[in-house]
């Protein structure tokens, strides 16, 4: 099935006068993309994030943005004829609303799911592991397959932190042990550390999502409820997962961010059994020294470090 997807740009204080516009000429399915949002979701998420990219905010920067879809057939167009009808009234009404620019896109339904698809390739990482989309074919050779769909919601393995987890998780696992994965998202490095030699596998996530996506990449690489199992929750508010997971690990990983490896830092042994090890990643370069030091301060030696692209990893024990 085709479609239109139709943009209105105005202002922040245009927001409302618009969505009203619309309603009336019978749109009421819209998707906001409004700069104070943006901004707003920064300001009171500051604990999951350390990093914006610098085109992602030069992108919202004062942009308010209306979108909407209309079926690519005669119907469609003939709404889409009368909103344009419509706005170039509205335009003269309201020009507190700013530009009321009006673009459109047409789009096949396949496409809002899969373009992003083409530039996720098999990539190889450290010496052992070979990420596979499920969607693509390529011969591993002696490296491990870790087959991989994260959907849209979840990382793909190509970034930084995720391929520094992946490298030290290839010296760490020997066989035989247990993980435990906090903020799995896809499940790629519990998944990963089965395939290469682990007995057993938690994977931990306060985004209801990851069961799904986890599972499925699960089925995709063969493995099953005996060895792997995939919980929602926080370990820092949930005292019944936290009381599940106790004392059975011998390795935690937590790919997140830096404040919340933080708080994790002074809570994650009693995960762990004796001599058991934490792996953390997801640190930006310029709060590697504090988190470092906040590993110190919890009792972690840090055994080893590792950095790329400005992104840092610890070992701990």
Same mark, same amino acid.
């Given at each position: ?190 998944? /990963?550390? =089965? ?6 596998? !938690? #994977?931990?996530?306060?985004? *209801?999502?990851? &069961?799904?996506? %986890? ?27 936290? /009381?599940? =997971? ?6 935690? !990983? #937590?790919?997140?961010?830096? *404040?919340?490896? &933080?708080?994790? %830092? ?52």
């Amino acid at each position: 099935m085709k479609w239109l997807e139709v943009h209105i740009d105005t202002h922040h204080a245009g927001l409302e006068t618009v969505e009203a516009f619309l309603s009336a000429q019978g749109i009421d399915n819209l998707v906001i993309d409004d700069e104070g949002e943006f901004q707003d979701f920064l300001e009171n998420n500051r604990q999951y994030w350390d990093y914006v990219d610098e085109e992602l905010l030069q992108r919202e920067r004062g942009r308010s943005r209306i979108s909407f879809y209309l079926e690519a057939n005669e119907a469609g167009f003939a709404q889409l004829g009368q909103v344009r009808i419509a706005l170039s009234e509205f335009r003269k009404a309201h020009p507190e609303c700013g530009s009321c620019l009006l673009t459109l896109d047409d789009l096949d339904n396949a496409d809002w799911e899969n373009n992003w698809k083409q530039y996720y390739k098999p990539l190889a990482i450290g010496e052992r592991l070979l990420v596979i989309p499920e969607w693509e074919q390529a011969d591993p050779g002696e490296r491990v397959s870790l087959i991989l769909n994260p959907g849209l919601t979840f990382g793909t393995g190509g970034h930084a932190t995720t391929q520094l987890c992946l490298t030290a998780l290839e010296r760490e696992i020997h066989g035989g042990e247990t993980l435990l994965d906090l903020g799995c998202g896809s499940g790629i490095l519990s998944i /990963a550390g =089965l395939k290469l030699g682990a007995k057993r596998a !938690v #994977a931990v996530d306060i985004d *209801d999502k990851c &069961l799904d996506v %986890a599972w499925e990449n699960a089925g995709l690489n063969g493995i099953d409820r005996t060895s792997y199992d995939v919980r929602v929750g926080d370990v820092l508010s949930d005292p019944a997962l936290t /009381a599940d =997971l106790e004392g059975q690990c011998d390795l935690v !990983v #937590a790919n997140i961010v830096a *404040d919340v490896i &933080l708080a994790l %830092a002074p809570n994650v042994r009693r995960f762990l059994k004796p001599g058991g090890k934490f792996l953390c990643s997801g640190i930006i370069d310029d709060r590697a020294e504090e988190v470092a030091g906040g590993l110190r301060q919890a009792g972690w030696a840090i055994l080893s470090s590792a950095d790329e692209a400005g992104w840092f990893s610890y070992l701990c024990q």
